[in-house]
């Protein structure tokens, strides 16, 4: 990953779903707004636990400084166990 990245992140529930509608808003969103996903971030997890190892990637990426700004396609797809979760996640 360059450093100033712009990542997206999707989540789905099961393993039954996938990521394209996700992505596709995420992708849409981000080019009218002039920007580019460099790199996508996606787990097949539960909302309710934040123990993903793709949103701990993400984290460990915003952490040094790699990442310029991270697009998900609701807030739900972080968390659905509160704002207090929600923040945690991107409090990097």
Known sequence: ????AVVG???VSSAGQDYAYQ?????VAARARGERVDEWFGDVASGSTLE????????AAL???RVRQV???????????????MLGAVAH
């Open 1 to 4: 990953m360059k450093d100033g």
């Open 9 to 11: 992140y999707i989540r």
């Open 23 to 27: 992505r596709s808003a995420i992708d």
């Open 52 to 59: 993903r190892p793709e949103l701990a990637r993400l984290g």
């Open 63 to 65: 952490d040094v400084g």
């Open 71 to 85: 697009w998900v396609w609701r807030l739900d797809r972080l968390t659905r166990s509160g704002i207090s979760d």
